[in-house]
Protein backbone atom coordinates (compact mmCIF):
# COMPACT_ATOMS: atom_id res chain seq x y z
CA UNK A 1 0.00 0.00 0.00
CA UNK A 2 1.07 3.22 -0.95
CA UNK A 3 -0.05 6.24 1.51
CA UNK A 4 -0.12 9.86 0.38
CA UNK A 5 -0.56 12.50 3.48
CA UNK A 6 -3.32 15.21 2.72
CA UNK A 7 -3.49 18.53 4.42
CA UNK A 8 -4.95 18.11 8.24
CA UNK A 9 -6.28 14.83 8.74
CA UNK A 10 -7.13 13.32 5.14
CA UNK A 11 -4.79 10.42 3.90
CA UNK A 12 -5.34 9.01 0.07
CA UNK A 13 -3.79 4.86 0.09
CA UNK A 14 -3.58 3.35 -2.73
CA UNK A 15 -3.27 -0.47 -3.64
CA UNK A 16 -3.80 -2.67 -6.91
CA UNK A 17 -4.67 0.19 -8.57
CA UNK A 18 -6.94 1.29 -6.42
CA UNK A 19 -7.41 4.35 -4.20
CA UNK A 20 -9.24 4.83 -0.77
CA UNK A 21 -9.07 8.12 0.69
CA UNK A 22 -10.11 9.08 4.74
CA UNK A 23 -11.47 12.44 5.82
CA UNK A 24 -11.60 15.05 2.93
CA UNK A 25 -12.64 17.97 5.15
CA UNK A 26 -12.80 21.22 4.87
CA UNK A 27 -8.88 21.55 5.78
CA UNK A 28 -7.96 19.28 2.97
CA UNK A 29 -6.88 19.67 -0.95
CA UNK A 30 -10.18 20.75 -3.26
CA UNK A 31 -9.39 17.79 -4.75
CA UNK A 32 -8.46 15.05 -1.93
CA UNK A 33 -11.15 12.49 -2.91
CA UNK A 34 -11.50 13.04 -6.86
CA UNK A 35 -10.45 10.26 -8.43
CA UNK A 36 -11.44 7.46 -5.49
CA UNK A 37 -12.88 4.41 -5.08
CA UNK A 38 -13.93 4.27 -1.82
CA UNK A 39 -14.40 7.02 1.06
CA UNK A 40 -14.58 6.83 4.62
CA UNK A 41 -15.45 9.40 7.05
CA UNK A 42 -15.04 9.14 11.04
CA UNK A 43 -17.91 12.08 11.99
CA UNK A 44 -19.52 15.10 10.72
CA UNK A 45 -16.78 17.88 11.79
CA UNK A 46 -16.28 20.08 8.67
CA UNK A 47 -12.22 19.87 8.95
CA UNK A 48 -12.86 15.76 8.17
CA UNK A 49 -15.94 15.82 6.24
CA UNK A 50 -16.93 18.44 3.42
CA UNK A 51 -20.46 17.67 1.31
CA UNK A 52 -18.65 19.38 -1.64
CA UNK A 53 -15.56 17.57 -1.67
CA UNK A 54 -17.47 14.24 -1.38
CA UNK A 55 -19.84 15.06 -4.09
CA UNK A 56 -17.12 15.96 -6.70
CA UNK A 57 -15.82 12.27 -5.82
CA UNK A 58 -18.73 10.76 -6.11
CA UNK A 59 -19.96 12.49 -9.43
CA UNK A 60 -16.33 12.33 -10.85
CA UNK A 61 -16.41 8.75 -10.68
CA UNK A 62 -19.31 7.23 -11.36
CA UNK A 63 -18.33 3.74 -9.32
CA UNK A 64 -17.41 5.55 -5.88
CA UNK A 65 -19.24 4.62 -2.67
CA UNK A 66 -18.81 5.74 0.82
CA UNK A 67 -18.67 4.68 4.61
CA UNK A 68 -19.54 6.64 7.03
CA UNK A 69 -21.33 6.83 10.31
CA UNK A 70 -25.26 7.86 10.47
CA UNK A 71 -24.76 11.60 11.45
CA UNK A 72 -22.96 12.24 7.94
CA UNK A 73 -24.63 9.23 6.09
CA UNK A 74 -28.01 11.39 6.57
CA UNK A 75 -26.53 14.76 4.91
CA UNK A 76 -25.00 12.77 1.31
CA UNK A 77 -27.14 9.53 1.32
CA UNK A 78 -30.00 10.71 -0.67
CA UNK A 79 -27.74 12.47 -3.88
CA UNK A 80 -26.24 9.09 -4.30
CA UNK A 81 -28.68 6.42 -3.59
CA UNK A 82 -27.01 2.76 -2.30
CA UNK A 83 -23.01 4.51 -3.40
CA UNK A 84 -23.28 5.60 1.21
CA UNK A 85 -23.24 2.81 3.74
CA UNK A 86 -23.53 3.35 7.07
CA UNK A 87 -21.23 1.76 9.77
CA UNK A 88 -20.60 1.55 13.15
CA UNK A 89 -17.91 0.06 15.63
CA UNK A 90 -17.72 -3.45 15.00
CA UNK A 91 -18.87 -3.92 11.45
CA UNK A 92 -16.28 -4.84 8.89
CA UNK A 93 -16.50 -4.54 5.24
CA UNK A 94 -14.48 -4.23 1.71
CA UNK A 95 -13.72 -1.18 0.49
CA UNK A 96 -12.19 -0.70 -3.14
CA UNK A 97 -10.35 -3.87 -2.07
CA UNK A 98 -8.91 -3.10 1.32
CA UNK A 99 -10.48 -4.81 4.23
CA UNK A 100 -11.66 -2.47 6.52
CA UNK A 101 -12.86 -2.72 10.35
CA UNK A 102 -14.46 -0.23 12.47
CA UNK A 103 -13.62 0.85 15.94
CA UNK A 104 -15.05 3.70 18.42
CA UNK A 105 -18.27 5.45 19.03
CA UNK A 106 -17.41 8.76 20.49
CA UNK A 107 -15.57 11.49 19.50
CA UNK A 108 -12.95 12.55 22.52
CA UNK A 109 -13.73 15.12 24.83
CA UNK A 110 -13.30 19.08 23.81
CA UNK A 111 -15.34 20.39 26.75
CA UNK A 112 -17.60 19.46 29.43
CA UNK A 113 -19.98 22.16 28.35
CA UNK A 114 -19.88 20.66 24.63
CA UNK A 115 -21.95 17.67 23.45
CA UNK A 116 -20.01 14.87 22.22
CA UNK A 117 -20.47 13.80 18.58
CA UNK A 118 -20.34 9.69 17.21
CA UNK A 119 -16.78 9.47 15.94
CA UNK A 120 -15.41 5.70 14.80
CA UNK A 121 -11.75 4.44 13.33
CA UNK A 122 -10.96 2.44 10.46
CA UNK A 123 -8.41 -0.38 10.32
CA UNK A 124 -7.48 -0.83 6.80
CA UNK A 125 -6.36 -4.38 5.96
CA UNK A 126 -5.61 -5.38 9.98
CA UNK A 127 -2.43 -2.86 9.54
CA UNK A 128 -3.29 1.01 8.98
CA UNK A 129 -5.00 2.51 11.76
CA UNK A 130 -6.94 5.99 11.69
CA UNK A 131 -8.50 6.98 14.54
CA UNK A 132 -10.37 9.86 13.61
CA UNK A 133 -10.86 12.82 16.54
CA UNK A 134 -10.72 10.22 19.40
CA UNK A 135 -7.82 7.97 21.06
CA UNK A 136 -9.17 4.80 19.92
CA UNK A 137 -7.37 1.28 21.21
CA UNK A 138 -7.72 -1.24 18.76
CA UNK A 139 -7.95 -3.75 21.24
CA UNK A 140 -6.66 -7.41 19.97
CA UNK A 141 -4.78 -5.72 17.15
CA UNK A 142 -1.16 -5.01 16.15
CA UNK A 143 -1.11 -2.09 14.55
CA UNK A 144 1.50 -1.73 12.34
CA UNK A 145 1.11 2.23 11.34
CA UNK A 146 -0.84 5.02 13.60
CA UNK A 147 -2.33 7.43 12.17
CA UNK A 148 -2.19 10.05 15.04
CA UNK A 149 -3.74 13.10 15.59
CA UNK A 150 -1.05 15.06 16.93
CA UNK A 151 -3.20 18.50 17.45
CA UNK A 152 -6.29 19.22 18.38
CA UNK A 153 -8.46 21.65 20.39
CA UNK A 154 -8.93 18.39 22.28
CA UNK A 155 -5.84 16.79 23.43
CA UNK A 156 -2.47 17.66 24.85
CA UNK A 157 0.80 16.18 24.31
CA UNK A 158 0.71 14.02 27.05
CA UNK A 159 -2.51 12.27 26.01
CA UNK A 160 -1.34 12.00 22.51
CA UNK A 161 1.94 10.58 23.76
CA UNK A 162 -0.27 7.74 26.32
CA UNK A 163 -2.43 6.92 23.64
CA UNK A 164 1.09 5.74 20.97
CA UNK A 165 2.20 3.66 24.04
CA UNK A 166 -1.42 2.08 24.31
CA UNK A 167 -1.52 1.14 20.51
CA UNK A 168 2.44 0.55 20.67
CA UNK A 169 2.06 0.28 16.68
CA UNK A 170 5.48 -0.09 14.60
CA UNK A 171 5.32 3.31 13.41
CA UNK A 172 3.55 6.18 13.76
CA UNK A 173 2.63 9.11 10.95
CA UNK A 174 0.98 12.97 12.44
CA UNK A 175 -2.16 13.91 10.96
CA UNK A 176 -4.92 16.22 12.46
CA UNK A 177 -2.11 18.63 11.91
CA UNK A 178 -2.56 21.52 10.22
CA UNK A 179 -3.33 23.63 13.06
CA UNK A 180 0.23 23.18 14.56
CA UNK A 181 2.47 25.99 13.72
CA UNK A 182 5.91 25.41 12.04
CA UNK A 183 8.17 26.95 14.88
CA UNK A 184 5.95 24.16 17.21
CA UNK A 185 6.88 21.20 14.75
CA UNK A 186 10.14 20.63 16.40
CA UNK A 187 8.57 20.67 20.36
CA UNK A 188 6.57 18.28 19.76
CA UNK A 189 8.48 16.15 17.49
CA UNK A 190 11.11 16.26 20.49
CA UNK A 191 8.62 14.58 23.27
CA UNK A 192 6.94 12.31 20.99
CA UNK A 193 9.59 11.02 19.60
CA UNK A 194 11.42 10.29 23.26
CA UNK A 195 8.85 9.39 25.21
CA UNK A 196 5.98 7.49 22.48
CA UNK A 197 8.34 4.68 22.82
CA UNK A 198 8.35 3.95 18.72
CA UNK A 199 9.31 5.34 15.25
CA UNK A 200 7.30 8.64 15.25
CA UNK A 201 7.04 10.90 11.83
CA UNK A 202 5.91 13.76 9.44
CA UNK A 203 4.52 13.84 6.02
CA UNK A 204 4.61 17.28 4.74
CA UNK A 205 1.22 17.45 2.41
CA UNK A 206 1.73 15.42 -1.18
CA UNK A 207 4.78 13.48 0.24
CA UNK A 208 4.28 9.33 0.44
CA UNK A 209 5.40 6.37 1.56
CA UNK A 210 4.89 2.14 1.68
CA UNK A 211 2.43 0.69 4.68
CA UNK A 212 1.37 -2.45 5.42
Same mark, same amino acid.
Request: hydrophobic share 45%; charged share 25%.
Given at each position: +?? &??? !?????????????? &????????? $???????????????????? @?? $??????? +????????????????? #?????????????????? @????? @??????? #????????????????? @????????????? &??? %? $?????????? %???? %??? !??? $???????????????????? &?? #?????????? +??????????????????????
Amino acid at each position: +ME &LTK !KTHACVRIEKDGRT &LVIDPGAFS $EEDAAVGADAILVTHEHLDH @FD $EGRLRRA +MEAEPAAEIWTLASVAD #QISAAFPGRVHTVGEGDA @FTAAG @FEVEVYG #QLHAVIHPDIPRITNVG @FLLDGTVFHPGDA &LTV %P $EGRAVDTLLL %PVHA %PWN !KVA $EIIDYLRAVAPRRAIDIHDS &LL #QDHARPVYDG +MIDKLGGTDHGRLTPGAHIVVG
